[in-house]
């Protein structure tokens, strides 16, 4: 017994010894860790005041490998690019959906980050890869440093981008009719979308080609694309489809997409096309 209890008292020695050699140790090296706070520059003031303090976003702009797939050629955007493509942002989407919707709409339902990519994402099929949404919490958008605020298409496209991955956020909170949608143009969704031209793709009741790849991506692709023609435009669009059934499915699509919004969230979403298309307009007149 007298044994075990001097081991006991030689063993918590030792410990003691220990520690106090670990906390001598400890006193003698600096920290490797970096405390410091990065300066924020009026870019990161500007983005907080515009996008994280009224609707919860954060907004990324330097580069993390962690936000990207590695194996593609990305970079980021040019810093003078950033808030040139953020302005166009809030003033198409994040206004057209606050003054329809309401000013608490987009902060309740929305992605909590905006990752910006200067360069193309190139699939391997040679198509581009403009957006992603990542459930629901993330949305990326690509070719940053390629848009021209000057060029209503241009401007068109890029903000198609957050349109349509919005739309998909939209729908994970409240599904739209599938079974309605499925029955339309059944035979017409393929996985080579992408060689299919476009007006061959109108010609079968489809708004896009990408929208043929499946009827999430078909609901999506509808409704961003007539949030980002002007009514003219939309109209025109339909006047030269030349199938009767083609135009009878888009017609009937468009009516879903209707419906949903005002069901699903009480919006009128002609006022948001109508809303979008004056601020795209103010956008470029800018």
Not at 188 to 194: F, K, P, Q, S
């Amino acid at each position: 017994m007298k044994l075990l209890k001097y081991n006991k008292i030689a063993v918590l020695a030792i410990v003691s010894i220990a520690l106090i050699s670990c906390a001598g140790d400890d006193q003698l090296k600096e920290s490797q860790l970096d405390y410091t706070q990065p300066v924020k520059t009026n870019l990161d003031n500007w983005i907080t005041t515009n996008y994280l303090n009224p609707y919860n976003i954060n907004v990324q702009y330097k580069w993390n490998q962690n936000t990207v797939d590695n194996n593609r050629y990305l970079f980021p955007p040019t810093i003078n690019k950033v808030k040139p493509a953020l302005e166009i942002v809030q003033t198409i989407w994040l206004k057209s959906y606050a003054t329809i919707g309401g000013p608490d709409f987009v902060k309740k339902i929305a992605p909590r980050e905006i990752v910006l990519v200067g360069g193309v994402n190139l699939n391997s099929v040679g198509t581009r890869t403009l957006g992603l949404a990542e459930g629901g919490q993330r949305v990326t958008l690509f070719e940053t440093d390629y848009i021209d605020q000057s060029n209503r298409a241009n401007v068109s496209e890029f903000i198609h981008t957050i349109q349509h991955e919005y739309i998909h956020i939209l729908n994970q909170n409240k599904p739209f009719d599938e079974k309605a949608w499925k029955l339309l143009t059944p035979g017409g969704y393929t996985a080579d979308w992408y060689n299919y031209e476009i007006p061959e793709s109108n010609e079968l009741g489809f708004i896009t080609s990408y929208a043929r790849s499946n009827i999430n991506e078909d609901f999506a692709e509808t409704a961003s694309m007539i949030l980002i023609y002007s009514k003219a435009e939309y109209a025109a669009f339909l006047a030269g489809i030349q199938s009767p059934t083609a135009l009878a499915a888009l017609k009937a699509k468009e009516a879903i997409v209707v419906k949903y919004f005002k069901e699903a969230f009480n919006m009128d979403f002609y006022a948001l096309r109508d809303e979008a298309e004056k601020n795209t307009t103010a956008v470029i007149n800018n």
